[in-house]
Nanobody, 126 residues
Framework: QVQLVESGGGLVQAGGSLRLSCAAS????????AGWFRQAPGKEREYVAA????????YYADSVKGRFNISRDNAANRVYLQMNTLKPEDTAVYYC???????????????????WGQGTQVTVSS
């Protein structure tokens, strides 16, 4: 099973940008779908974005579409989340996930992913 470690979180002002990185190990990462989820205090974990086996297949939650960009580098076993025009409501712990998912309609379901990182905090101040 692939193991994941996120980095790149921090404190940023509204309108700013952050780039999250997720490093994968112990698995054929290129065969996994990669996703980003987030969980704000007192709320359920929610889907943010997903990337198929290549950067040609990317998907986004409506709340981040046009502001966030997911990409992956299979040679480096990494997936990234570039977050632009950040808003206070983007404040959450962000989790990287990986799963062997064969139907894109399931990319948004957290139960589709078998591997999770420990999370990285993103705080957007107003």
């Amino acid at each position: 099973q692939v193991q994941l470690v996120e980095s790149g979180g921090g404190l940023v002002q509204a309108g700013g940008s952050l780039r999250l990185s997720c490093a994968a190990s112990r698995g054929a990462f290129s065969t996994y779908v990669a996703g980003w989820f987030r969980q704000a205090p007192g709320k359920e974990r929610e889907y943010v974005a997903a990337c198929g086996w290549s950067n040609s297949s990317t998907y986004y939650a409506d709340s981040v579409k046009g502001r966030f960009n997911i990409s992956r580098d299979n040679a480096a076993n990494r997936v990234y989340l570039q977050m632009n025009t950040l808003k206070p409501e983007d404040t959450a712990v962000y989790y990287c996930a990986a799963g062997q998912i064969y139907y894109s309609g399931n990319y948004y379901r957290d139960r589709s992913y078998g591997a999770w990182g420990q999370g990285t905090q993103v705080t957007v101040s107003s």
